[in-house]
């Protein structure tokens, strides 16, 4: 399907997780590729695509409310309005029913098209949903990366686990694999374009095959790091049941892979576990914890808790608790569980009550808090590598970067030392990241 865009200018707005990044500098792509220009603000473009997370029911909402702001804006200036996305998959046609402002809902396997999409679009509603069963390729060629120093790379897409809780497996379909050649040229052209860092990208990268040689997430690592360029390898998301003793060789075997993990626990009660379908128990989770450490001195693993999830006692979340103790993680991204359309979980009584979550997820939260504040400030005096990735909000002469076990560091530095690669004394520590000054 093809589309001349020339002139027509194009604002792109992301919301959820990396992936949706990605996805949203491929959008971009092909939009430039098609003759389209950007636009800084909604205010001042032709067409707007929203690239949707459907995740949580707080994700959709926030949603809503900025389609809101945007169809009062179209009112004054029209545009055509594009919802992209995991909402965009699950909700389909409802949301031109629901919202007839919107002209275009696209899902992730429409992006290629979306030149003629759009067209189309703007003389009547478009709804383009279907999920192919093969790897869509999008190629680097039409990529507009964010951060040039800092290259995301697709290796899957999709989901076979279903979790109980979760709406993925329905907003990307089943797992699909990139064929591993596509992923070495990506990851050449990024080192070429100066790609410092690279990023490994997927909902469960760790079952990563190769369609053509079977080759799994452990061969993959190895053939990335060994791309010459890049210093630094990264990867999101792994599960724990996938995560093989053979993916903990091939990191400490290459050191560029970066020591840090995240790896989602959601839940440090067995029980919990089972209805939430993730496929291990609290033990399990603890003993891969430990050969990872002994593997692969010095990690920092980082994880996903639900608090509030059907039937969780408070033992349960005191096991949770537990687990956020032993392994004290470098961070951690927690929700209140919230009921989606099509889960299993959805079908069973969401019955703790709101007032329990909250109460559990300030607790939490609290909790950790206390754990990142020690862990970090034994980092005091130390001397860190850090990646820069660009002025920090705190102000003139201050930057702000990425360890190699994802921490966040603001510093003080003489010259912008955006996308390298220094080495920063640590001076003081928070919660949330450390301060020094480059040397
Ligand atoms: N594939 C990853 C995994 O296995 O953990 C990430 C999935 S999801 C995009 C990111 C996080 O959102 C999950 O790890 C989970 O903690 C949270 N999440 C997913 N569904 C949820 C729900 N219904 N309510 C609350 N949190 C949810
Ligand atoms: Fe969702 Fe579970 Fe798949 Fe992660 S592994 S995307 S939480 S279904």
Aim: charged fraction near 25%; aromatic fraction near 6%; glycine fraction near 10%.
């Amino acid at each position: 399907m093809t589309g001349d865009l020339g002139g027509r200018k194009v604002f792109v707005r992301t919301f959820g997780c990396q992936m949706n990044e990605n996805d949203s500098e491929h959008i971009t792509g092909v939009l430039l590729k098609a003759g389209a220009a950007r636009a800084e603000r909604p205010e001042d473009a032709d067409v707007v695509i929203v690239n949707t997370c459907a995740v949580r029911q707080k994700s959709e909402e926030k949603l809503y409310s900025y389609l809101g702001r945007l169809s009062r804006l179209k009112k004054k200036r029209p545009f055509v309005l594009g919802v992209a996305g995991c909402v965009a998959q699950v909700r389909k046609t409802d949301l031109v029913a629901r919202l007839p402002y919107i002209d275009l809902v696209v899902g992730p396997d429409g992006y290629p098209d979306l030149p003629g999409l759009v067209v189309r679009a703007a003389e009547a509603p478009e709804v383009r949903t279907e999920l192919g069963p093969e790897w869509r390729e999008m190629g680097a060629a039409s990529t507009v990366r964010e951060s040039p120093w800092s290259a995301y790379v697709p290796v899957m897409e999709g989901c076979d686990n279903h979790c109980a809780y979760c709406i993925v497996p329905f907003s990307r379909g089943p797992e699909k694999y990139r064929p591993l050649p596509n992923i070495l040229a990506e990851v050449r052209d990024a080192a070429d374009a100066g790609a410092r860092e690279i990023q490994l990208l997927g909902q469960n990268v760790d079952s990563y095959r190769d369609p053509g040689s079977g080759l799994g997430f452990a061969g993959l690592l190895e053939e990335v790091a060994a791309v010459p360029g890049p210093e630094w390898v990264r990867f999101i998301t792994s599960h724990p049941r996938n995560f093989g003793d053979d993916i903990i060789r091939a990191m400490a075997a290459n050191p560029k892979v970066c020591r840090a993990l995240h790896l989602p626990l959601q839940s440090g009660a067995t029980p919990v576990l089972a209805r939430m379908n993730r496929g291990y128990t609290h033990e399990d989770y603890l003993s891969l914890v430990s050969r990872l450490k002994e593997g692969l001195p010095g990690i920092l693993l980082t994880t996903d808790v639900i608090v509030g999830f059907p039937g969780e006692t408070e033992d349960d979340f005191a096991a949770t608790c537990g687990v956020l103790r032993e392994v004290r993680f470098g961070g951690i991204f927690s929700f209140r569980y919230s009921p989606r359309p099509l889960t299993a979980a959805a079908a069973v009584p969401d019955d703790v009550p709101l007032e329990v979550k909250r109460r559990r997820l300030v607790e939490l939260q609290a909790l950790q808090r206390t754990i990142q504040i020690e862990t970090n400030a034994s980092l005091v005096g130390r001397e860190v590598r850090v990646l820069a990735t660009g002025p920090s909000p705190k102000g003139a002469g201050r930057f702000t970067g990425r360890t190699e076990t994802n921490l966040v560091v603001n510093f003080d530095a003489p010259a912008d030392p955006t996308g390298r690669f220094l080495t920063v004394r640590v001076t003081g520590a928070g919660a949330y990241s450390l301060h020094g000054t480059a040397l």
